[in-house]
Each structure stands twice: as structure tokens, then as C-alpha cells.
């Protein structure tokens, strides 16, 4: 019998693409939750033999791959200029990381040359190990619940191995904090306040397998980011998304989440086009906007800022 709950995650970033970084319990571990592995992703290929009789075809798998689906609370690591444990997992996800050194931590999109990382994802001792693992994440915050990342990794496929089970260390990991008025002072679109109730900010990479001969390779060949935010609705005098989605006029778009020092997380969006409004959706009696909006790169590269502070 094996138990659910002894599941370990481990994220290592690799030096040469494919080759396994060995991550260890002791420095690697990820705090996750809502873990779900698809451990042989591909397609069962009939070989179609043509018989005599009737019956079945044998089949052989083929482009076969691995996925891993979990989330990890977004929170600093608590300390200004120190990257957070999660931080090698969005290396992963076509993601620059800059530190400056007791002042912030920044994260950007990038596209060339995004790194990739080794997964060591084990249920009590089966371990099911992702080489050249890369990915795509979506950042949510809803109003009175933890803000997330939610992963979604693709990695090479290798066979589960029996290995002695770890002893993870999760110490780099803070505790969070609720997004709220007190925790979460200040959300704008276009520089008008509004009263929240959620937000996601998808990185929308293109993730795909290439299986060929002479080269396996997972690759981010595209991305198109996206950002959605449900909001109450104010006065047409106050901000009008009609006419600023007919104009496609862009809005800078600002979120700041987190209090006191190497706790906090700023968004910040600087041009992102709003698309039509959809309608209204009333919580409470009160009425919200479901509001959606394309960060466009403006110089290449600057669609979004994540900085820690």
C-alpha cells in the first residue's frame, strides 16, 4: 500500500538541456498542492496487421511524454533580494529572473533560450523523473483565499524507478497571506482603483512535445498572455470599458500584494488592450464586470513585471 500523502516534489534547474540536475530533499523541495501527474501522456498506435480472424490490433506506444499539474502558494521569501524557492519553476516557464541583492527580486518574460529543469515527482518510493521539463503557469488571486501559481509542467519521459523515499526541507517556504483590503492595498486599471474580487494573469506559453530522431526536446515556441479580473462595477464617468475597448485604448494595469518587508508583490502590466465586455455578473445584489485584457508587448519582452520586494 502506498499512501497519497507521501508524495515529494523536487525542482531542479538544468546546466545542459535534458541531463538530469539531481535535485535533492534538502535544497529542491517544493511545497505543492492539488498534485495530479499524467505519467505517460502520448497515443496507443494500432499496427493494423491484416488477419484472417476477427479481433483486436496490438498496439505500441508512441510519443510518449509526462505532465504534472500542482500549485504553489505565491508568497516572497520573506526576506528583500532573495529569491523565493518557487523561483527555479518559473525559470522553467520561459521566465528571466534579476536579483538585486537586498532590495528585489524581478521576473519578466522572455524568449529566447528559456531554461529547463529536472522533475523528480515521487508517491512513496516510485519515483517518476521529468528531464528537460518546461511549462506554462497562471498567477490567481482571489479576495479572502491565498494567492497561487498553478503549474502546468511537461517533461521527457523515463521509466519510474524504486528508490528509498526523502525527507523533504520546505523551511524557504513563508507563510501567506490573504489577498484582502488590509493585505492587498492597491489594484488599479488605467489608474482608476477598483474594488476586486479576482484576478489571473496567464502566461499562455505554446508547450510542445518534439519527438524526433536525433533530438527529444520539450520547447516553448509561442506565448499569449492573458489577463482576467472581476471587479465591481463603477459609474460610466468613472471608467468606461466600452468605449476603451472600442478605442483599444491600453491600460496599465497594477496590482501590489503583501505587507512588510520581503513580503511583497507587486504586478504591474503596463500595456495591456481590454477586449469586449461580456456583461454583468451580480454578487450579493451588487452589480461586477468580468473584465478581459491582452498584455501586448510594447519593446519586446515587457508585457508584465512580477517584482518582490
Request: proline share 7%; charged share 15%; net charge negative.
Amino acid at each position: 500500500m502506498i499512501y497519497w500523502k507521501s508524495k515529494t516534489l523536487l525542482v531542479k534547474p538544468e546546466g545542459d538541456y535534458g541531463v538530469d540536475s539531481a535535485p535533492t530533499g534538502a535544497a529542491n523541495a517544493i511545497l505543492a498542492l492539488n498534485v495530479r501527474l499524467s505519467p505517460m501522456e502520448g497515443q496507443d498506435t494500432e499496427r493494423d496487421l491484416e488477419t484472417v480472424h476477427f479481433g483486436a490490433n496490438p498496439t505500441i506506444p508512441t510519443g510518449v511524454y509526462q505532465r504534472l499539474t500542482f500549485d504553489v502558494e505565491a508568497v516572497p521569501s520573506g526576506a528583500a533580494g532573495t529569491a523565493p524557492a518557487w523561483g527555479p519553476l518559473l525559470r522553467m516557464c520561459a521566465v528571466a529572473e534579476v536579483i538585486d541583492a537586498g532590495v528585489s527580486v524581478e521576473y519578466s518574460p522572455i524568449t529566447e533560450d528559456p531554461e529547463s529543469g529536472s522533475i523528480y515527482f515521487a508517491v512513496g518510493q516510485t519515483r517518476h523523473v521529468m528531464l528537460g521539463a518546461r511549462g506554462t503557469v497562471t498567477l490567481k488571486l482571489n479576495a479572502q483565499g491565498v494567492p497561487v501559481f498553478s503549474f502546468t509542467m511537461t517533461g521527457l519521459f523515463t521509466v519510474p524507478t524504486k528508490v528509498p523515499a526523502v525527507n523533504p526541507d520546505l523551511s524557504a517556504f513563508q507563510k501567506p497571506q490573504v489577498a484582502s483590503k488590509a493585505n492587498t492595498p492597491t489594484f488599479t486599471i488605467g489608474g482608476t482603483a477598483f474594488v476586486m474580487r479576482n484576478l489571473e494573469l496567464d502566461l499562455g506559453n505554446d508547450v510542445q512535445t518534439r519527438l524526433l530522431v536525433g533530438q527529444e526536446a520539450i520547447r516553448i515556441v509561442d506565448k499569449a498572455e492573458k489577463v482576467t479580473a472581476q471587479v465591481e462595477a463603477v459609474e460610466l464617468d468613472v471608467y468606461n470599458p466600452y468605449t476603451i475597448a472600442l478605442s483599444q485604448a491600453e491600460q496599465a494595469i497594477q496590482l501590489i500584494h503583501g505587507t512588510g518587508a520581503g513580503r511583497i508583490m507587486q504586478i504591474d502590466i503596463p500595456a495591456a488592450q481590454q477586449m469586449r465586455p461580456t456583461g454583468y455578473d451580480p454578487q450579493q445584489n451588487i452589480a461586477e464586470w468580468p473584465l478581459g485584457f491582452t498584455p501586448l508587448p510594447q519593446d519586446g519582452d515587457d508585457q508584465w513585471l512580477l517584482t518582490l520586494s
